[in-house]
């Protein structure tokens, strides 16, 4: 069975950190491309982040390029998303998401090309 599972949500004064995790079972966690996308309220779920299988290409959205730091660690089948100087802007439910890549591609930031999902951990940036 296919889990995804966030952790590491929380609230936090705007400047601060957060890290939030994602531990992977039930498939091969160093064959897929890995990501975060993020939803805020009324708004459509946002790509914020993704991470090649091999770790050796990553890609952020606009929005936190400079401030979000994407990795894993394919030992211990976990996703990790570093989270620095959030703003209220960036509160929202924070979900991790594994593709599959076809050869040739290493990452996507389209959400439908995902097979597999969490249930999302909240982030709520305070001022």
């Known amino acids: 069975q296919v889990k995804l599972v966030e952790s590491g949500g929380g609230l936090v004064q705007v400047g601060g950190s957060l890290r939030l995790s994602c531990a992977a079972s039930?498939?091969?966690?160093?064959?897929?491309?890995m990501a975060w996308f993020r939803r805020a309220p009324g708004q459509e779920r946002e790509f914020v982040a993704a991470l090649s299988r091999d770790d050796d290409f990553q890609y952020y959205g606009d929005s936190v390029l400079g401030r979000f730091t994407i990795s894993r660690d394919n030992n211990k089948n976990t996703l990790y998303l570093q989270m620095t100087k959030l703003n209220p802007a960036d509160s929202a439910v924070y979900y991790c998401a594994a593709d599959l890549p076809p050869p040739g591609r290493r990452i996507t930031t389209g959400e439908h090309e995902y097979e597999y999902w969490g249930q999302g951990a909240q982030v709520t940036v305070s001022t």
């Open positions: 039930g498939f091969t966690f160093s064959d897929y491309a």
